[in-house]
């Protein structure tokens, strides 16, 4: 009898052992199908803007930048005076030459280029090339005047007409419009001129028959399209341009580089057919950071006060945060310490909005708090630091809003607070944005992550493919050798679930907060579960829950009330998973860091030399008795491939 248990018990055991060595196995092929899924897409996505341009049912034109970067055209010695002498630069930056080229042979064209890129410079150098004047379209007045300033600045004339322009001024801009011996280069108006105002038509069409009217550039293009993230409905009126001056070429520029809506727009452009250039979104000159945010306002204001007085002391810069709340206090604080700030948000008057920008622009003010109203356009050259006081709802946000720092192509630095809470403030905010959670869940990826270069994931985002060297050390994953760990989670997962059920079969719902407060043993008796209290540091606990949002073991539920929305935690579509006892879910977690900055890499102030990267192959177990470790060198230069490796026991 006892042979025969003994033999059937090791039979079991055997066969347990086999059950969770296939479970390892699924949960590998599972991860690898996302991978190829996500590989499909983007590989389809080529095929299909390949075969359309083959078939000519493209709208583009196949163009190659070689055939446009040259200067043996017969504009090419005014433009690179222009260059040099009106507009005081040494040399173009990477396709600037060649839309600049193309625009100038009267071919139409669409350039997208990332924010800060220069594409400014594309139209507004033609016009001072060409006869007559560039009708720029833009979105709004805060950019115009921007531009405006700068142009002023360098000599060249240029205007803009709104709403609020007095009678006596939209007079002078129609008969500039029509004088031969108008200098006027630039008209600058918004969407809804085009769309309502019949006599500013009936001047362009005028102008036009006059051939005064000598190239249209349409900005931030990306508003024509509906699946853009700024759609202006006005934008779609923007058709009758290209109908009813055809032959005036016209340029369009955005920092928005998904095919879907570049040919939207140029659908709603009515262009026939233009030349595409896309930039590179790599910018080399900035140092991408994640910080974890620390618990408390004040602990926060004093990690930030510490950066502006120390590292970037005189140094012009911008905070973005969450709320206008929240910057109105961050600019209180910063301005209590004696640091000249000012708040930026929507719901000031358009009158402080712009103080505060010209006085920031003429380095009176030092930072600027701001909301993402303060966005589209800024262009300060020298900025030094972008400091996001709380994440950015989106991958796309994040990548524009640093992008505000160093346009003028010298080094600066983008630091992000990445704070546990603040995941939940913005998911309430965008819950009724169609895919906003899921672009949000990317921006908590994209700050969950301690190991892969910050350059590889920003470009992984934007469907680009660079390495990690080409990161030359400017961001904090490169720059530290960290000695990462799998940490087995799946105890506390099932700790997690079984709070959540306890509390759904009491019809109650527990807020991200609750939840945790509750695992660590407040009001657990009175639920009636027993869940020993986890031996694990606040914030590894807030990220052990938020990796079980991500890998939706837990997921978010979202109650409306009269006043505001509310997000409550629930399990998962994967907490089933978790009935086969042989299930395991791990989370990387970093041993520790250790700077391998290099003197001419890493953020704006590292002094920090270093013999290079050493490879720390270090096996180290937690003694923590429920966390099987696996210790791994993660990143050591070009390894891309550091997603959640099972653990060992
Ligand atoms: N060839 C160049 N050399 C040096 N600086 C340049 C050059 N071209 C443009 N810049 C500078 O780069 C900065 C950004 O230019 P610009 O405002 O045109 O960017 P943008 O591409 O329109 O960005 P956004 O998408 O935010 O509107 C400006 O300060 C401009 O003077
Ligand atoms: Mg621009
Ligand atoms: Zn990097």
């Known amino acids: 009898m006892t042979t025969t248990l003994s033999v059937l018990q090791e039979e079991l055991s055997s066969v347990n052992g086999e059950l969770k060595t296939l479970e390892i196995q699924i949960q590998e092929l599972l991860e ?6 996500q590989k499909k897409t983007v590989l389809e ?14 709208k583009e034109i196949n163009s190659s930048t070689e055939e446009w970067n040259k200067e043996d055209f ?3 010695t005014t433009v690179r005076d222009a260059l040099q002498n009106t507009f005081k630069l040494r040399k173009f930056r990477s396709l600037q030459l ?8 009267r071919r139409d064209v669409f350039l997208v280029m990332p924010t800060g890129g220069g594409k400014s410079l594309c139209y507004q150098l033609p016009a001072v090339c060409s006869d007559g004047f560039t009708l720029v379209i833009c979105p709004l007045i805060s950019l115009m005047e921007d531009q405006l300033m700068m142009l002023d600045h360098l000599g060249v004339s240029a205007t803009l007409l709104n709403a609020s322009s007095s009678k006596e001024h939209v007079k002078w801009v129609h008969s500039e419009m029509l004088s031969r011996s108008s200098q006027l280069k630039l008209i600058y108006v918004t969407p809804e001129k085009i769309g309502k105002s019949k006599m500013f038509m009936s001047k362009l069409e005028k102008a036009y028959q006059a051939g005064r009217l000598s190239r249209i550039a349409v900005d931030e293009v990306h508003c024509c399209s509906q699946w853009g993230h700024d759609f202006r409905p006005d934008y779609k009126l923007l058709g009758i341009l290209k109908r009813q001056f055809p032959n005036a070429p016209l340029i369009g520029l955005t920092a928005t580089a998904t095919s879907h809506v570049l040919h939207d727009a140029q659908k709603i452009l009515c262009i026939q057919k233009c030349i595409t250039f896309t930039a590179s979104f790599n910018r080399p000159n900035l140092y991408y950071e994640v910080r974890q945010k620390p618990s408390t306002a004040q602990n926060c204001m004093e990690d930030i006060v510490k950066l502006i007085n120390g590292r970037y002391k005189g140094l012009s810069g911008i905070i973005y945060c969450f709320s206008q709340k929240d910057a109105e206090q961050v600019t209180m604080s910063l ?15 358009p009158r402080d909005k712009s103080k505060v920008h010209k006085l920031w622009s003429a380095n009176e003010i030092q930072v600027v708090v701001a909301t993402v109203a303060f966005g589209m356009g800024i262009d300060k050259p020298d900025v030094r630091f972008v400091i996001h006081h709380s994440m950015s709802k989106s991958m796309e946000n994040y990548y524009q809003e640093s992008g505000r720092a160093g346009r003028d192509d010298q080094k600066a630095d983008c630091i992000l607070y990445y704070g546990f809470g603040d995941i939940f403030r913005i998911s309430t905010m965008v819950v009724m944005e169609n895919v906003g959670q899921q672009k949000l869940y ?14 590889v994931l920003i470009a992984h985002h934007f469907d680009e493919a660079w390495d990690s060297a080409s990161c030359n050390n400017m961001c904090d994953n490169c720059c530290q050798e960290a000695l990462v760990e799998k940490m087995d989670v799946t105890g506390h997962c099932q700790d997690l679930i079984k709070i959540l059920k306890q509390v759904d079969q009491m019809r109650e719902k527990f807020t991200p907060l609750k939840l945790i407060e509750a695992w660590l043993g407040k009001g657990l008796s009175r639920l009636g579960v027993e869940v020993v209290a986890p031996k694990v540091p606040r914030d590894v606990l807030e990220r052990i829950v938020a990796h079980l949002i991500l890998q939706q073991y837990l997921k978010e539920d979202f109650s409306f009330t009269a006043f505001a929305t509310i997000s409550y935690l629930k399990t998962g579509p994967r907490a089933d998973l978790l009935k086969n006892k042989a299930h395991v879910i791990t989370m990387p977690v970093i041993l520790n860091k250790k700077s391998i900055t290099k003197v001419g890499s890493g953020p704006l102030s590292s002094q920090g030399s270093s013999t290079g990267k050493k490879i720390a192959v270090t096996h180290k177990k937690r003694s923590h008795s429920e966390d099987h470790i696996q210790a791994k060198k993660a990143r050591t230069g070009g390894n891309e491939d550091d997603e959640p490796v099972m653990i060992e026991d």
């Not at 690898?32 to 899924?37: C, P, S, T």
């Not at 990317?442 to 350059?455: E, I, P």
Request: hydrophobic share 30%; proline share 2%; with cysteine.
């Open 442 to 455: 990317d921006m908590v990826s994209y700050c969950h992550n301690m190991t892969r270069c910050r350059r």
């Open 98 to 105: 060649e839309t600049i080229n193309v625009t100038m042979a």
């Open 45 to 58: 996505k080529k095929i299909k803007q390949f075969s359309e341009s083959e078939s000519g049912s493209s």
């Open 32 to 37: 690898h199908q996302q991978e190829l899924l």
């Open 335 to 349: 301005q209590k310490l004696g640091i000249k700030a000012g708040t930026y948000h929507a719901n000031m008057e």
């Open 74 to 76: 017969p504009w090419s």
